[in-house]
């Protein structure tokens, strides 16, 4: 006669028997559809333009001493400087990560630099102002000026760009197929990738003429496709 005790092992173990018989799943896999003529592989590419709705700046700010302590104290003033020349400038909040400080020149004259960065956003109406302003402050570099779209600027043009990059796969998919004599053209799969321009340096020396930001480069859009087709 089995106890209550003992029923209520059996069952555990039949339970954990159970599971461990059971085989998991496997991963689902998209799988690209079965092809009964040729198959066409094409790379498409496709870029575009969109206004300039703001721009994101990149700065390197540094402090030097003959100690680690005395280079961070002369990095504090300057962020303290670089703050508050900026508030009245910048669109939101400026993004300021931790400092790094690490040792410089030879052994007999080594000092101490701590350098860190600032990013944010400025609006067209401020853009010169902002780049005159950093050119008189000491240790500060502006290393970067990246044209920003509206968001749904971006989104359009994407739309865009994809579309124009899948007409022209399917023109160039049909053209193919009727060089071979095939009549069908089938879209198998579409494999995506973009890229966003980069920030452009600007050149300090072209200061005192001033920047305008309508001679900016434009925010681009840049949209690769790898297509594969059926030709039957």
């Known amino acids: 006669m089995m106890v209550k005790g ?8 039949l339970v954990l028997s159970a599971a461990i018989l059971v085989p998991s799943p496997r991963p689902l896999r998209a799988e690209v559809p079965p092809c009964s003529g040729t198959r066409l592989k094409l790379s498409v590419q496709e870029r575009g333009r969109s206004a ?60 101490y630099m701590a350098n860190t960065g600032v990013s944010g956003h400025v609006s067209l109406g401020t853009y010169d102002r902002l780049i005159q302003a950093l050119g008189a402050m000491p240790g500060v570099r502006l290393q970067g000026m990246e044209s920003v779209a509206a968001p749904e600027k971006e989104a359009a043009l994407r739309q865009r760009l994809m ?29 995506r990738a973009g890229a966003m321009g980069r920030p452009r340096p600007l050149r300090m020396e072209a200061v005192a003429k001033g920047f305008d930001p309508k001679e900016a480069p434009e925010p681009t859009i840049t949209l690769r496709l790898q297509l594969e087709y059926c030709l039957s």
Not at 66 to 92: F, I, M, W, Y
Request: glycine fraction near 6%; hydrophobic fraction near 40%; aromatic fraction near 4%.
């Open 52 to 111: 300039v709705a703001r721009f994101r700046f990149s700065l390197a700010v540094s402090g030097e001493g003959a100690d680690e302590a005395t280079a961070l104290q002369q990095l504090n003033r300057r962020l303290d400087s670089v703050r508050r020349e900026l508030k009245p400038l910048v669109q939101g909040q400026l993004v300021v990560p931790a400092p790094h400080t690490h040792k410089r020149g030879r052994a007999s004259e080594q000092h």
């Open 163 to 191: 579309t124009d990059a899948l007409n022209q796969g399917r023109s160039d998919a049909a053209t193919t197929a009727r060089a071979i004599g095939r009549s069908e053209v089938t879209l198998l799969s579409i494999d």
């Open 6 to 13: 003992e029923r209520i092992a059996a069952w555990t173990l």
